[in-house]
Each structure stands twice: as structure tokens, then as C-alpha cells.
Nanobody, 117 residues
């Protein structure tokens, strides 16, 4: 059974940095696409960044140049490095995995990121 566990969230001042981790248990990580999404109170869940099994990355315009998604297949872990954080980045961040070849989607439980002075 596949499980995703996020960590690394917290409270940070504007301009600061955080690194989120998503540890995946179960099979299929190296063949799966990984993504980070976020949901602010009262808003829909939005895509932040994705990385394919081959390492191709894609970012939302709002985080380009500030956030970096990466993956370590040996550790079956995906990361989101967040720099130059802004108050509008405040949200619950969710890790997502889309397995291959069936496209089954898995979600983590979420981790809170709060950017405030």
C-alpha cells in the first residue's frame, strides 16, 4: 500500500526559506510523477510544482524562480525547496503521486506553511 508523509512545514518570516519533504512508502516511486499542491483557507487546491519520473519539472507562475522541486529515487522522497517566501505562500501543502502505468493518484496528509512576521 502506498503512503505519502509530508514534513518540513512551519512558521517562517517573509523572505525566509523552508524545505518540504515527502517520503513515499510502497512500490512504484521511481516510475511515478510527483507533485506539490497547496490550499489556502477558503480557496481551492492549486498545483505548485510537478516532476516527472524522468525529472522534467513544471512550476506555477507564482512560484517560478523561488521554489524548486526535486526527487531522490534511492530515498523514495520528493522535496520542495521554497525560498523568498511571501505571506501569500501561506497554505497547507500536499504531496501528490501519480503512479504509472495506471495513473492512480495518492495524496499525503498535508503540512502547514505559514509566512508571517
Amino acid at each position: 500500500q502506498v503512503q505519502l508523509v509530508e514534513s518540513g512545514g512551519g512558521l517562517v518570516q517573509p523572505g525566509g526559506s523552508l524545505r518540504l519533504s515527502c517520503a513515499v512508502s510502497g512500490s512504484g516511486f521511481r516510475f511515478s510523477a510527483m507533485g506539490w499542491y497547496r490550499q489556502a483557507p477558503g480557496k481551492q487546491r492549486d498545483r505548485v510544482a510537478t516532476i516527472s519520473a524522468g525529472g522534467t519539472t513544471n512550476y506555477a507562475d507564482s512560484v517560478k524562480g523561488r521554489f524548486t522541486i526535486s526527487r531522490d529515487n534511492a530515498k523514495t522522497t520528493a522535496y520542495l525547496q521554497m525560498n523568498s517566501l511571501k505571506p501569500e505562500d501561506t497554505a497547507v501543502y500536499y504531496c501528490n503521486m501519480v503512479s504509472s502505468p495506471w495513473g492512480t493518484t495518492y495524496w499525503g496528509q498535508g503540512t502547514q506553511v505559514t509566512v508571517s512576521s
